[in-house]
């Protein structure tokens, strides 16, 4: 009988299994090229050792993959010209995660380049706020 392994692209990607037009790699993270990108120079930065997510993705990890992510969007900036970078992680279906193997993107921005977040921000009153900050203040003791 066959083990049925869940593949996890970016594990193969790591492993060297899938392709991947690859612009960096450290001891924890690699980062390479969105295959589906939403701008020119979308990148992923993507820890070596598998997380589904931020619940289980290890904090030094976490860090490494921001790190890189600053390093990455100076790059963009100064070698294709974009004006702007977005940092981006969905963390979760409800967030947008497709891929559940922990990952940060890194988009360049350029004018009028149709990359938007939709989001109905409203402002609430402050006691509103006041009691959302007490839950998760609770959340975090
Ligand atoms: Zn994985």
């Not at 594990?11 to 939403?38: K, Q």
């Not at 193997?101 to 006041?130: K, M, N, Q, S």
């Amino acid at each position: 009988v066959a083990s049925v392994e869940s593949a996890c692209v970016f594990c193969e990607i790591v492993a060297g299994r899938a392709e991947a037009s690859t612009v960096l790699t450290t001891e924890r993270v690699i980062a390479f090229m969105d295959a589906n990108p939403a701008t020119r120079g979308h990148l992923l930065v993507v820890p070596k050792a598998h997380a589904d997510g931020l619940a289980d993705l290890e904090p030094a990890d976490g860090a490494e993959i921001f790190a890189v992510g600053q390093r990455l969007a100076e790059a963009v900036r100064r070698a294709l010209g974009c004006t702007g970078v977005n940092l981006f992680l969905a963390d979760g279906q409800a967030a947008g995660q497709e891929v559940f193997h922990a990952h940060l993107h890194v988009l360049p921005r350029y004018h009028d380049d149709g990359f938007a977040i939709r989001a109905d921000f409203r402002t609430p009153p402050r006691g509103e706020l006041e009691d959302v900050a007490s839950v998760v203040r609770r959340a975090l003791a």
